[in-house]
């Protein structure tokens, strides 16, 4: 009987110091998923156990001391925020009881405020992520939020989340452009947690003047802009200036995850996407063309893209300015993110996302706040700037696409294109080529015309030969020699086009099988002349009886000078 309790006693006793082990080992372990990092584990998330500074272990008459080197929560909070009183600053506004929990912000206001202003999230990155090692040395980054009329628990937690998951010496400051929102307290008392700033525009500018009133204050060398509604993820930023830092004509972006904006979960989005557009500049998601994506043998790589969402990125400061900062002609919201994406492509940058950097981020279905001059005019006027400096004959499709934008206001250019000349930027036809070939140019609708000069007409003869010849016939009784289709870059005649013999002055022109990557094939209306693209001559009849040539363009000479009538 004896034996049995001394040995129930034993028993009991190694899985009491088992489970005190797994106990202080549970503690000691960093904050939420298996795969988090150890910056997460500076700031302790909701839902872990409390850290306390000392632990006492009692045991019959003794008691252990266990000094636990983590400092307490409270502790670890006043050292992030300062004097700074969060739970007075959240408590200060209160969704009332009956009130739409939408209505405001249009996401769900009771779950942000329920979470408060912290929590854990899941690390949602890859798994070899957090093997990978970045310098030691790194420069630091201004933060730029701008925010109109936040909420503030999701502005909270964006700060939060910035100090609890970025190493220290990499924030330089949050820079906070209050713009214009109704209540100044929201952004000034923020200004009480160490590092943060708080600037307040006098009236509404939009998020774009915004931006750059806060990069012109920014006193660090790289600029990370974010929107107001984020959760900055495990390691989020060190991949970005790492890339920054190795090219700084890079721009970098993080994944972007998904908040929900009912019920504020933090869900991990596809690491495959890409930015794209279609032609009425509708920014979307988009699949990382195939051949891309079988190449890509590392998931930890970056992955260029045509454009980027906008939001969140990572640019250094003096290429941000070198660049021309953004078009402050712009207001609101909208259209911001094409011409910056523009405009580093063609000017010598260029664009990627960091599968290995992830912050969330709350989409909404719609806009929670008023565009002064509408919403529709608004973002028409923001992006007939960006096809209009950007998009050459391109913009064409633009129009096409959304025709509503034609004749609408969108102010001087002049400033822009001056830019855009200085910076010596490529043509956005290179941008179409080289950045984002998958994007479609719509099938133009061929409409049948002749090709006049004066009373003569453009006809083919025989197989592939050419000449002027009295037009003939009326309507849809014309000759089907003297029938054509201009399709942008082709001039064809069924299944034959119109092509040069050889790029110089005086080359024979003559019909052969269409190929519209033919570059002997491309042409290009120059006012009344037909400009062969590469070569840069025109078509020339030089006398109604001669063959017909490329020459020097000299549109107003009437051998070059072609009138497309079309037939009806
Ligand atoms: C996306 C971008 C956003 C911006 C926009 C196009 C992400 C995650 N978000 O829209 O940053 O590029 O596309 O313009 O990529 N704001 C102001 N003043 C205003 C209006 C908005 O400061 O007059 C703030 C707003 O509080 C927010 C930020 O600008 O912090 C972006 O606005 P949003 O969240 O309504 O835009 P979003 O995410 O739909
Ligand atoms: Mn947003």
């Not at 096409?400 to 001056?418: C, E, V, W």
């Not at 830019?419 to 609708?445: A, D, S, T």
């Not at 049948?448 to 037009?471: F, H, I, N, P, Y």
Request: aromatic share 8%; charged share 25%; net charge positive.
């Amino acid at each position: 009987m004896r034996r049995i309790r001394a040995n129930a006693i034993a028993i009991l006793t190694v899985a009491w110091i088992l489970g005190t082990f797994y106990y202080l080992w549970q503690d000691s372990k960093p904050a939420s998923t298996p795969s988090s990092s150890a910056s997460q584990a500076r700031g302790r998330g909701h839902g872990q156990k409390l850290v306390p500074g000392r632990l006492e272990i009692h045991r019959d008459d003794r008691t252990i001391p266990l000094i636990v080197t983590q400092p307490p929560r409270d502790e670890q909070q006043s050292q992030l925020l300062g004097g700074f009183d969060e739970k007075a600053y959240l408590a200060a506004k209160q969704l009332k009881p009956g009130d739409d929990p939408y209505r405001e912000h249009a996401f769900n206001l009771q779950e942000s405020d329920r979470l408060g202003s912290e929590r854990a999230i899941r690390d949602t990155r890859h798994y070899r992520c957090a093997s990978l090692a970045y310098d030691a040395e790194l420069s630091s980054t201004s933060i730029i939020i701008t925010f109109h009329n936040e909420a503030r628990s999701t502005l909270l937690r964006t700060i939060k989340s910035v100090l609890m998951r970025s190493p220290p010496s990499l924030i330089q400051e949050i820079i906070l452009i209050d713009d214009f929102s109704t209540d100044p307290e929201d952004c000034q008392l923020l200004s009480q947690i160490p590092k943060v700033r708080c600037l307040r525009n006098s009236r509404r500018e939009g998020l774009i003047r915004s931006r750059v009133r806060g990069a012109n204050t920014a006193s660090a060398t790289i600029l990370t802009f974010l929107d107001s509604h984020c959760e900055v993820n495990a390691d989020w930023l060190q991949p970005m200036i790492q890339r920054v830092k190795e090219d700084h004509t890079r721009v970098v972006s993080p994944i972007i995850d998904v908040i929900s904006l009912d019920n504020f979960a933090y869900l991990a989005a596809s690491a495959d996407l890409r930015g794209g557009f279609d032609w009425s500049l509708h920014f979307k998601w988009e699949q990382i063309p195939i051949e891309q994506k079988m190449a890509r043998s590392d998931p930890t790589q970056p992955i260029r893209t045509p454009v980027i969402a906008g939001g969140i990125f990572v640019m250094d400061k003096s290429w941000f300015n070198h660049l021309g900062q953004y078009d402050t002609h712009m207001d609101i919201w909208g259209g911001e993110n094409f011409e910056l994406s523009f405009r580093v492509w063609m000017c010598g940058g260029s664009l990627e996302i960091l599968p290995c950097s992830r912050v969330g981020h709350v989409f909404r279905k719609r806009h929670p706040y008023d565009f002064p001059e509408g919403n529709a005019l608004t973002y028409i006027k923001n992006t007939r700037r960006a096809a209009e400096v950007w998009m050459d004959e391109y913009k064409q499709y633009y129009y096409s696409a959304r025709p509503s934008a034609q004749g609408k206001a969108f102010g001087s250019i002049a400033d822009r294109l001056t830019l855009r000349r200085k910076l010596n930027c490529k043509p956005f036809r290179w941008y179409m080529e080289n950045v984002y070939p998958e994007l479609r140019v719509p099938e133009q609708e061929a409409v049948s015309s002749v090709l006049k000069q004066g009373g003569m007409c453009l006809e083919t003869r025989g197989r592939d030969g050419l000449g002027l010849a009295e037009c003939r016939g009326a309507g849809t009784n014309r000759p089907q020699s003297q029938k054509w289709e201009l399709v942008e870059p082709l001039i064809r005649q069924q299944d034959l086009c119109l092509a040069i013999s050889a790029f110089t002055a005086g080359s024979k022109v003559k019909m052969e099988l269409c190929n519209s990557k033919e570059p002997r094939q491309k042409w290009k209306p120059k006012g009344p002349a037909l400009q062969h693209m590469v070569s840069g001559l025109c078509l020339d009849s030089q006398s109604t009886s001669g063959p017909l040539v490329i020459a020097q363009c000299r549109p107003q000479v009437a051998g070059q000078s072609w009138e497309p009538q079309v037939i009806v």
